[in-house]
């Protein structure tokens, strides 16, 4: 099992920037591809970024990449995204996830364990 605590969620205005945290416990993260999700009041879970077990390979949303950054740090068993140049449309509550395979990794269905969430809210 894996237990996943995201944190660094808030109030920032747009262009403003804000750094996830996604911290596991129970089992190394090494093992796992990490995603991040998002969902907004009223829409569906959607995928927004991925990274391999080593972090060698990232895979961005298009209404995200050039703006967000996902990376990992095995050693502290934790997962991050950077979100830069943040938009109003990008309110909404993070989850991260992880997955033991890197395969089909914007799918969320994908994924074996999830956090509770972290909202991030983006004021016009």
């Known amino acids: 099992q894996v237990q996943l605590v995201e944190s660094g969620g808030g109030l920032v205005q747009a262009g403003g920037s804000l750094r996830l945290s996604c911290a596991a416990s129970?089992?190394?993260?090494?093992?796992?591809?990490m995603g991040w999700f998002r969902q907004a009041p009223g829409k569906e879970r959607e995928f927004v970024a991925a990274?391999?077990?080593?972090?060698?390979?990232?895979y961005y949303a298009s209404s995200v990449k050039g703006r967000f950054t996902i990376s990992r740090d095995n050693a502290k068993n934790t997962a991050y995204l950077q979100m830069n140049s943040l938009k109003p449309e990008d309110t909404a509550v993070y989850y991260c996830?992880?997955?033991?395979?890197?395969?089909?990794?914007?799918?969320?269905?994908?994924?074996?364990?999830w956090g509770q969430g972290t909202q991030v809210t983006v004021s016009s």
């Open positions: 996830a992880a997955d033991y395979s890197y395969q089909r990794i914007a799918a969320r269905n994908e994924y074996d364990y």
């Open positions: 129970g089992r190394t993260i090494s093992s796992h591809a």
């Open positions: 990274i391999s077990f080593g972090g060698g390979s990232t």
